[in-house]
């Protein structure tokens, strides 16, 4: 596994996991099978024209973009049991972390990391058993007639990405906890920074060296970084496909906030809190 972590705007950032092709090769958990053919089931409904499914569809993607960033990338990080299943020497080496260090300080990443570990926890627990209970609930709804229990399925989709989360979070802290992090300034992320923070505060240069820039992104306000096309070339750059995806999610949610004054309603209100310490 490795772990990348990129600076959205100057004071907020994604966490992202990446599992290395070894470890991708073993044998996936009941789990991980039951969520590609979700996947896939889920590909083959956006391919309707129209009906129940293309309504379900749009709905549903609606509510994805919703979901907080930070959520999904505690997502992406896989439980440390699971972890352990496919790689038995996990927890006894360490894990890279890559960042660009001309806009994060080598020596405050860890702080970081461990505050996304921690913050959301809590909130994760709480709307995970929520979910849960709440699903059996809507039992009835499954004797209408060819429409499927939407409620039914929206709640444990809920349950089960809140679960995620918590897990990720979770191995995030034992990482932390038991200094199993070795970060590491990858050269294609300070070369794609150097331009973007250049072009975003004027006291900084692409030219300047790393640690005269990273100051001026400490000295800033909060501003946004990157742009929706960087998503796809930190893809490229880090070797890492599903990295866009989450990468556009997150520019969109953080460019949203940095417009208002206020944090925009999400479906987790809480992140406001999150948002207000971050500022």
């Known amino acids: ?45 956006e391919e309707a024209d129209k009906g129940w499914k293309k309504h379900l569809v749009s709905w549903g993607n609606r509510v994805q973009q919703r979901i907080p960033y930070e959520e999904w990338g505690l997502k992406s990080i896989p439980s440390l049991s699971s972890q352990r299943r496919i790689d038995e020497l996990h927890g006894t080496k360490k894990v890279d972390v890559l ?17 996304l570990s921690t913050d959301r926890q809590d909130l994760h627990r709480q709307r995970m058993w929520w979910s849960f209970i709440a699903a059996p609930f809507t039992a009835p709804i499954a004797l209408i007639p060819v429409i499927p229990n939407i409620p039914f399925f929206y709640l444990a989709y809920r349950g089960w990405s809140h679960w995620r989360a918590l897990n990720g979070s979770k191995h995030l802290q034992f990482l932390i906890e038991k200094d199993l992090l070795n970060p590491v300034s990858h050269p294609g992320l300070v070369e794609l920074y150097a331009k973007r923070v250049s072009s975003t505060l004027e006291e900084a240069d692409a030219d300047d060296p790393a640690s005269e820039m990273v100051e001026d992104v400490e000295k800033s306000d909060d501003r946004i970084l990157l742009r929706m096309n960087d998503a796809k070339k930190l893809a490229t750059i880090l070797d890492s496909p599903g990295l866009a995806l989450e990468a556009e999610r997150a520019i969109f949610q953080v460019s949203e906030q940095l417009k208002s004054p ?11 809190t999150s948002d207000k310490k971050q500022k």
Do not use: C
């Open 262 to 272: 206020e944090p925009p309603a999400q479906e987790e209100s809480s992140t406001k």
């Open 99 to 115: 960042f660009p260090g001309n806009a994060i300080k080598k020596e405050k990443l860890l702080s970081m990391l461990h505050k």
């Open 1 to 45: 596994m490795r772990l990348f972590v990129v600076p959205i705007s100057t004071r907020r950032a994604l966490i992202y996991a990446r599992l290395l092709r070894k470890d991708v090769s073993k044998e996936r958990s009941i789990l991980d099978r039951a969520t590609n053919k979700a996947a896939e089931t889920w590909s083959k409904w």
